[in-house]
């Protein structure tokens, strides 16, 4: 049984108890217990079930690599699934439960699939939910969605906070163990500002646990000096329980830091996620044990070496009273010799290796235990925990030998380093036939934008195993790193170690190594998904070579620790099967992050008010005090209308478009994006960006233009204006401001990155008003200053920088109404006080502030387009037609090969027209034009769209633009437009210019 020893429990604190539940049952541990020690000291040996199988799952790790032991943890706000036990530190009050079973851990009848294991092997459901077609819908579909995940979902509203947290360093170590420790160490005496992360709460990693000496001291005190050197220095920041969960390109890592979760009543985010930038970084992140594969390597006290030796060395946790060691490799005599020391009994080691081990076998033989070369384990007995072995010969098929009675088993298959953070980026791999394991290469690291590496690695992942050679590499990682990031090397000497000398390991990939089918199919690879060894033959046997399709024919690898403790082995039994080396076979693809991260900390503080936070102009506490109506405009609340008592929507907008007309309006354009782009190529650049040219712009002018994207279509329009010789404003549309910032960075930084340019989205820096109607001058005028907005001192399509009243303005004389109109940017500060003062100016012209459907309404009579209305992503230039805002004398603009296609081209393509209706009602939104004919649905032919809907007070009767097949052509057709109701309206196709079509009134 397992139990808690009187000795041992370095990281506990046995003077203060805790208490804990587990499916209902009251246990006690110590603060510094994981729940899978505490539990394991309790004698809980089975954790939970299977996926596939529901066969009976124990704890087989100690660490992140846990494929088993995953829990429910908390209640209510506070319940998390799928938590791993061997990483949950204990705390009081504590409450778990196991996962995928029913109705309980002990019973459970979905073990019933383990009975059938023989009719459900790899690719059963591709074979199986096959035929009859109608049993999908009503009986496979319902049986795999109730099979389907391991625990449960939360339903409560999370009751813990997260935030994101953004860092800057030259050197980002990941991994504190020994070798994390030295490379942070001989990084930062070089002057390196150096972060230091470590996933667990305890640094040293296993050298404590292990032993050995550094400079003549142990291993655990080496750590303790070299930790608070460290922490003594000002350029080092040391944080664990932070996990590195992905690295990036330009140095971008992601950390994951866990805060409170070992106390959870501690004030405080529950995780914190770090966005670091670092010119530098070293991943110490370790080796993995990886198990054997035999028959019965599942049943719960069948555990890593390494991690038995942890529970007894750090927890004073014995696993079993009589343990078998199994190994082809010396680390596990460790074990053998731990157990030992601790008063347990070892029966017998089974090493693989004919020839047996070096030192630490000799020193396991003088203790009294019994070792047994070129030996395996044919066979585990037991169901719900290990009750004995049968011992078989490593070369044979599997006859036995000899039974021995135990209640756990120590395998050891050998190490691999944990090469994820250094693969994420694109660093490669190469195979090392003396450890039997991938490692990376260190002449393919991951590459940054000036084609130099970014990433190091130290210690263990590294590939070295003993401890003298992961202190010396992890020494020349620091310096490394420090150097590639711009510092001298200091000139220090790296530590030097002393630990047992270790015979070769001999690589098993299967125990023993004839195993037949019987055994076999009881040999697994991946414990959470249930993967056998026949698993991965059938894959082979079926035409699955590639590790990929194998990967996901048989789910190896896929379960929530993606394949940490299963991917070599099962690339060793693919590669066997296919008769080819193991580097012929490859690795599957890493991918961030390393372990599962809350949802929570992916989020942040982005929940409630702040997910979508809504952005207000300057200008917004006036129109909520005065009554406007808003609608949501991107991530903006804009006044759709300004009602006035009782007054409806309609009729406000129609008050306000007759104001405007008849005297002056005022809009809040604000919300418009203001995007500078300067530097010497800022013609050039802008050039290739809109369809028509900007670099002949001349300073003082505007010029309208049209963006497309790369496949030619329509994403966005705006003024642009010249400021000066290397500084353009270019104007958006409200919800394109982020979009096309984004747009722009993104080909300066992947693709024209030697242009000089920079670019800045200044929207929320300035408040814009457009001042609109035919008295929109005389309000400006008897605002005072010293700017001249007379129809020759600014003339339309310019811009004038000065002085309106008190106020520091740029005055655009730009139109999107018709009407004589201002468009006057002002400092946001000065935003609601200017609106004021033009309020006071123009009451004696009955000014009033108009909304965005009048906007869209006075638009619309003009024929402007409309992003988003006009456009939906399929939409050309061409489509609208403005072919006079495409540029011929340009060799090149994104988008203007893609319109060069047949498709694009076509005459048959949809085109604008303005439509006038018959009866003078308005079209339907959304309404399609009808043709004659069906189509094989049986559907009615179309032939054009409603995009733009309104009725226009100004000519008092519904007007609308489209798209029409030829509808330039068509002029003075009628043609219908289909409604909800099946009936049809009539529309003439006219021109899409209802109002002033020669523009005198903006010229005014």
């Not at 296993?206 to 291993?219: H, I, K, T």
Request: aromatic share 8%.
């Amino acid at each position: 049984m397992s139990t808690r020893l009187s000795t041992g429990g370095r990281l506990l604190n046995k003077a203060k108890q805790m208490k804990f539940s587990f499916n209902g049952k009251q246990f006690t541990g110590f603060e510094g217990d994981t729940l899978a020690s505490a539990l394991l000291a309790n004698d809980q040996m089975m954790m939970g079930r299977s996926f596939k199988y529901h066969r009976p799952r124990g704890v087989v790790a100690s660490g992140a690599e846990e494929p088993n032991a995953l829990m429910n943890l908390g209640k209510g706000g506070k319940f998390e699934p799928n938590q791993r036990a061997t990483t949950t530190e204990l705390y009081d009050g504590l409450t778990a439960s196991s996962q995928n079973h029913w109705p309980s851990l002990e019973f459970d009848v979905g073990v019933a699939n383990n009975y059938a294991a023989r009719f459900l092997p790899a690719g059963f459901y591709y074979k199986t939910f096959m035929a009859p077609r109608a049993a999908w819908k009503h009986v496979f579909e319902p049986i795999v969605r109730q099979s389907a995940g391991l625990g449960k979902a939360p339903k409560d509203r999370d009751a813990d906070r997260y935030e994101h947290y953004y860092a800057f360093f030259d050197v980002v170590v990941v991994g504190g163990g020994v070798a994390g420790l030295q490379a942070a160490k001989s990084a930062a005496l070089s002057g390196a500002k150096v972060l230091l992360m470590e996933q667990t709460a305890q640094w040293g990693g296993r050298a404590p646990v292990d032993g050995g000496s550094v400079d003549g001291v142990a291993s655990e005190t080496f750590v303790e000096t070299t930790l608070a050197e460290l922490a003594a220095m000002e350029n080092v920041t040391l944080r664990n329980r932070m996990m590195g969960a992905g690295v990036y390109d330009h140095g971008y890592v992601l950390g994951y830091e866990r805060l409170t979760d070992h106390a959870p009543m501690m004030d405080g985010p529950r995780h914190r996620l770090w966005r670091i930038r670092a010119r530098q970084i070293v991943t110490a992140t370790g080796a993995i044990e990886r198990p054997l594969s035999f028959a019965g390597n599942d049943v719960p006290g069948v555990m890593l070496a390494s991690a038995l030796r942890d529970y007894v060395v750090n927890f004073g946790v014995s696993s079993g009273d009589r343990t078998v060691v199994v190994t082809n490799n010396d680390d596990a005599y460790r074990t053998a010799i731990a157990l030992k020391a601790a008063g347990l009994d070892v029966p017998v080691i089974l090493d693989a290796r004919a020839t047996g081990g070096g030192a630490l076998a000799e020193e396991a033989k003088a203790q009294g235990i019994r070792v047994e070369a070129g030996k395996a384990i044919a066979k585990v007995k037991g169901g719900k925990r290990v009750s004995g072995v049968v011992i078989c010969a490593q070369a044979g098929e599997g006859g036995a030998l000899e039974e021995i009675a135990c209640d756990a088993v120590a395998m050891s298959g050998g190490w691999s380093p944990v090469v994820h953070l250094w693969s994420h980026c694109g660093g490669k791999l190469i195979w090392d036939d003396a450890q039997a394991h991938f490692r990376p290469d260190p002449s393919r690291a991951p590459t940054s934008h000036d084609g130099a590496g970014f990433v190091v690695t130290a210690g263990s992942a590294s590939g070295p195993l003993t401890l003298d050679g992961v202190l010396s590499d992890a020494h020349l990682a620091g310096q490394t790193a420090a150097t590639a990031a711009g510092f001298a090397a200091a000139k220090i000497a790296a530590p030097r170690a002393e630990s047992e000398a270790e015979f070769a390991l001999e690589p098993v990939w299967l125990m023993p190594q004839g195993a037949g089918p019987k055994l076999r199919m009881k040999a697994w690879l991946d414990y959470q998904n249930d993967v056998k060894v026949s698993d991965v033959r059938l894959a082979a046997q079926e035409g699955y070579e590639s590790v990929e399709h194998t990967k996901r024919y048989t789910t190896l690898g896929m379960a929530t620790d993606q394949g940490k403790l299963s991917n070599i082995n099962g690339l060793a039994v693919l590669s066997d099967a296919l008769n080819q080396p193991i580097p012929a076979t490859g690795t599957t693809t890493f991918r961030p992050p390393y372990t599962p991260i809350s949802m929570g900390s992916i989020a942040g503080e982005a929940r409630d008010e702040v997910f979508q936070p809504l952005r207000r102009t300057p200008i917004h506490d006036w129109h909520e005090t005065n009554g406007a109506f808003f609608e949501p405009v991107g991530h903006w609340r804009r006044p759709y209308c300004f009602p006035r008592g009782s007054e409806s929507h309609a009729d406000a907008v129609t008050r306000e478009i007759n104001q405007t007309r008849k005297s002056v309006g005022l809009l809040d354009a604000s919300t418009l994006g203001k995007i500078i782009v300067k530097g010497p190529d800022a013609g050039k650049f802008l050039d290739m960006m809109y369809t028509n040219m900007m670099s002949t712009l001349k300073p003082g002018k505007c010029r309208y233009g049209l963006m497309c994207n790369e496949n030619g279509f329509l994403i966005d329009d705006g003024v642009v204006a010249r400021i000066d010789e290397d500084t353009f404003l270019c104007h958006t549309t409200t919800g394109g401001a982020e979009r096309i910032h984004g747009w722009m960075e993104d080909w300066l930084q992947c693709e024209w990155w030697d242009m000089k340019v920079f670019t800045a989205n200044v929207t929320e820096q300035y408040a814009q008003i457009a001042v609109v109607g035919p008295n929109a001058r005389k309000v400006i005028e008897k605002l005072g200053g010293e700017m001249d907005v007379s129809r020759e001192g600014l003339a339309f399509m310019s811009w004038k920088d000065g002085k309106i009243g008190d106020f520091d303005a740029r005055a655009y004389r730009i139109s999107f109404s018709g009407e004589l109109s201002y468009e006057i940017a002002v400092p946001a500060s000065q935003g609601r006080a200017f609106w004021d003062a033009l309020l006071a100016a123009g009451e004696e012209f009955g000014i009033m502030p108009y909304g965005t459907e009048a906007l869209h309404v006075m638009r619309a009579e003009k024929g402007f387009i409309m992003i988003g209305d006009e456009t939906d992503g399929t939409v050309i230039p061409q489509d609208l037609n403005m072919q006079w805002a495409i540029s011929k004398k340009k060799e090149d603009f994104l988008g203007k090969r893609a319109q060069m296609r047949d498709h694009m081209a076509s005459p048959a393509r949809w085109k604008l027209a303005g439509f006038e209706t018959v009866d003078g009602s308005v079209i339907p939104d959304g309404a399609y034009i009808i043709a004659d004919g069906t189509n094989a649905n049986n559907q009615r032919n179309v032939q054009g769209r409603v995009t733009s809907t309104y009725y226009s007070p100004t000519l008092d009767r519904g007007i609308a633009m489209g798209l029409l097949h030829n509808g330039p052509d068509r002029m003075g057709e009628v043609v219908e437009f289909n409604k909800v109701d099946g009936s049809t309206v009539k529309a003439k196709v006219v021109d899409p210019v209802f109002y002033d079509k020669d523009g005198e009134k903006q010229n005014v």
